[in-house]
């Protein structure tokens, strides 16, 4: 039992080092886009620890409290996540729905300490950032429940050996409009840019985030890069079939990190209601036409 | 002459083990500047070169930001009339510690163009600690990343303790805002 925590503690550690590598990484590739030089790959490093070495106010126990709380939550979650088909901290209880409901815990801490910040800014950002939940969840539900049908299993392990079986393909090439969905669903829940509707620094100056400086916007920090290694690992295991080791794990949560950052870096940004109504139109109904065609004429490639 | 028989090895005093955090500190500093821009000037022209791809700030770990409390240097652009000293002074001491403030232009030194006008200050160092001046008008990118290089020289060297004055002369720095704007009080209407 103790060396299961112990695994999923570094687990945990394991993603916030890789994404916030990768994040770097990505700073650098987006400047080589747009012909400059770019930061340093460990630049998000240095923000981090930067961040932790400040002093910074508070706004009231619950604004302390609700970051302490979304940063625990955050890393619950993490504890469970498969790295690859043999990594599992607590071997059986990868449910998908446990990610569904932990990474619930995050996002009602931040919200709660954003709110108890008092500023109209951070109620206007979270506001947008559950609307933005409520809207891609949907599509995205329904496009795993069909896998979870297929598969039988609603384990995330379970799901990865189906698909490393011989015969069977990927679900990104197994159902190819439900894959599309993932991955419109996964910018949604990384708030990258047609969907970054909750951030918007020019808009409503960074929305939840408003008045954090300091500790707590390190604490944050470690939470938004552990919280977007939770979603693109989801997507990696879901859709493209897991890892049976470590490096392909690395190659292809590199490879979706990437194309999500570089389709963000190109796109302009849409307000909330234009969010909504597309997650509604579209992609829900791309998802019921899979499910259809997946269930009921058994149509999978 | 060192004697080579053991000796107790003497442990750091409780202030060197806080300097030596505080260097530590430093690096992180002032390698990962976040700018709070106070663009009321025409400075602030300059500044979109010195992001963008010609001169890329960014290569430095700086970069703009959305609020005061996020950001580590007050970036302020040009000449202050009496109604932006007011703003500045405010955003000034929502800013988390350690902060900066580097000024851009002759107006923030000694009134630039506008030194005879009636509604703008002179001097913005009589209001709040000024750490790094880049003079010029308006002062080219090149110049103003080499104001930023220059204050992280400063950050490593300990000069740029702005912020401590703030602190030490609180009341010098108080008695000349009072002077000009008349009463400096932040209300909280939000709470009220």
Redesign the interface.
């Known amino acids: 039992m103790i060396l299961n925590i112990l695994i999923g503690i570094l687990v945990a550690f394991f993603g916030f080092v890789l994404q916030t590598s990768i994040g770097g990484i990505n700073?650098k590739i987006v400047?080589r886009m747009?012909?400059?030089?770019?930061?340093?790959w460990y630049?998000e490093f240095?923000?981090i620890?930067?961040l932790l070495?400040?002093?910074?106010?508070s706004h009231g126990w619950i604004f302390d409290f609700g970051v302490i709380m979304a940063l625990g939550g955050i890393i619950a979650t993490a504890m469970f996540m498969p790295i690859t088909s043999n990594i599992v901290a607590f071997e059986g209880y990868d449910n998908f729905f446990i990610f569904v409901y932990l990474l619930a815990v995050g996002m009602l801490g931040m919200a709660m300490s954003a709110s108890g910040s008092?500023?109209?800014w951070a109620s206007i950002g979270v506001m947008r950032a559950l609307t933005t939940m409520l809207a891609y969840e949907v599509p995205f539900l329904i496009v795993v429940l069909t896998i979870i049908n297929l598969t039988g299993h609603s384990s995330l392990t379970e799901i990865m050996m189906y698909q490393q079986q011989s015969g069977n393909n990927i679900f990104l090439i197994a159902l190819p409009i439900g894959g599309i969905v993932g991955f419109i669903a996964l910018m949604g829940m990384l708030g990258k840019k047609p969907f970054e509707t909750y951030i918007a620094?020019?808009e409503i100056?960074?929305g939840p985030?408003?008045?954090?400086?300091?500790k707590q916007?390190g604490m944050l920090f470690i939470l938004h890069e552990i919280s977007v290694f939770i979603e693109v690992s989801l997507f990696v295991h879901l859709f493209l079939g897991g890892a049976s080791n470590i490096i392909e794990f690395l190659i292809k949560y590199f490879i979706v990190y990437t194309i999500a950052n570089l389709i963000s870096n190109v796109n302009g940004r849409f307000k909330i209601d234009q969010v909504v109504v597309f997650f509604y139109k579209w992609p829900l109904f791309m998802a019921v036409t899979q499910a259809v065609i997946a269930i009921y004429f058994g149509w999978v490639i | 002459m060192i004697s080579t028989k053991y000796t107790v090895k003497q442990s750091l005093t409780k202030e060197e083990i806080d300097r030596k955090w505080w260097e530590v500190g430093d690096y992180f500093r002032r390698n990962s500047l976040w700018l709070l821009m106070y663009c009321t000037g025409c400075c602030a022209i300059e500044l979109p070169p010195s992001m963008t791809s010609a001169y890329d700030m960014e290569r430095l770990g700086m970069g703009p930001m959305a609020t005061p409390r996020q950001a580590d240097i007050l970036l302020v652009s040009g000449y202050l009339s009496l109604k932006t000293l007011r703003r500045l002074v405010y955003t000034y001491e929502q800013m988390s510690e350690p902060k900066y403030v580097v000024a851009l232009g002759s107006c923030p030194i000694n009134g630039g163009i506008y030194h005879d006008s009636h509604a703008v200050i002179n001097q913005l160092d009589q209001y709040i600690p000024v750490d790094t001046y880049v003079a010029g008008c308006m002062p080219n990118p090149e110049s103003v990343l080499n104001g930023f290089v220059d204050l992280m020289e400063g950050i490593k060297n300990k000069t740029a303790n702005g912020w401590k004055k703030y602190h030490e002369h609180n009341e010098w720095y108080k008695k000349n805002q009072k002077d000009v704007l008349g009463e400096v009080a932040i209300e909280d209407e939000f709470h009220q």
């Open positions: 700073r400047g747009q012909k400059r030089q770019g930061p340093k630049q240095l923000d620890f930067k070495s400040k002093r910074s106010v008092g500023n109209p620094p020019a100056a960074s985030m408003v008045e954090y400086g300091g916007l």
